[in-house]
T-cell receptor, first 113, second 114 residues
Framework: ETGVTQTPRHLVMGMTNKKSLKCEQHLGHNAMYWYKQSAKKPLELMFVYNFKEQTENNSVPSRFSPECPNSSHLFLHLHTLQPEDSALYLC????????????FGPGTRLTVT | EDKVVQSPLSLVVHEGDTVTLNCSYEVTNFRSLLWYKQEKKAPTFLFMLTSSGIEKKSGRLSSILDKKELFSILNITATQTGDSAIYLCAVSGDSGGSNYKLTFGKGTLLTVNP
């Protein structure tokens, strides 16, 4: 069983909706990540948090807004998304730096209509 | 810009076959190379390689890194239908001061038929 959980597992939203994705890790890790996985494309890193501080924003549009209230929880707030934002959104965590393996959650399958 | 190229992109074999998956990379200040297996949703960690020439092994899976030639291979012997998955290769390096960035390849889709 994965130590990283994500909710919801599936989400369908309209372009004018606001929704949030939630990630929780039970591994005692200090770094958490959001990735986007689209069909036929490599996993794309979106955001990195280390000890609750954002250390990486990989040129992500402002319609995606992350929040990390503590080292165990990570949110991705979504608003006015586009159909091309439809993808699998994966959360991951690692002990500290990327020299340690990252553990992934099951992902949220997002469809924007 | 860091780059990871995996080959082949897809592969179909029969149970019992041995397969070799390839991963070549370009990265600034290499730190580690990781292999993941992705079946349905969450990629699961397989190996992390940091030193050249040292084979990592787990059951029927093994992997080795060549830092001089900038590639890694993942071997699976006596394949089973449960090995069917996408195998992802990722590298980390110190580029631009970020210590936390993994760059992934597109993956190899392996299908093992009974």
């Amino acid at each position: 069983e994965t130590g990283v959980t994500q909710t919801p597992r599936h989400l369908v939203m309209g372009m004018t909706n606001k929704k949030s994705l939630k990630c929780e890790q039970h591994l005692g890790h200090n770094a958490m990540y959001w990735y986007k996985q689209s069909a036929k494309k490599p996993l794309e890193l979106m955001f990195v948090y280390n000890f609750k501080e954002q250390t990486e924003n990989n040129s992500v549009p402002s319609r995606f807004s992350p929040e990390c209230p503590n080292s165990s929880h990570l949110f991705l707030h979504l608003h006015t998304l586009q159909p091309e934002d439809s993808a699998l959104y994966l959360c991951a965590s690692s002990q500290e730096t990327v020299s340690y393996e990252q553990y992934f959650g099951p992902g949220t399958r997002l469809t924007v209509t | 810009e860091d780059k990871v190229v995996q080959s082949p992109l897809s592969l179909v074999v029969h149970e019992g076959d041995t397969v070799t998956l390839n991963c070549s990379y370009e990265v600034t200040n290499f730190r580690s190379l990781l292999w993941y297996k992705q079946e349905k949703k969450a990629p699961t960690f397989l190996f992390m390689l940091t030193s050249s020439g040292i084979e990592k092994k787990s059951g029927r899976l093994s992997s080795i890194l060549d830092k001089k030639e900038l590639f890694s291979i993942l071997n699976i012997t006596a394949t089973q239908t449960g090995d069917s998955a996408i195998y992802l290769c990722a590298v980390s390096g110190d580029s631009g001061g970020s210590n936390y960035k993994l760059t992934f390849g597109k993956g190899t889709l392996l299908t093992v038929n009974p």
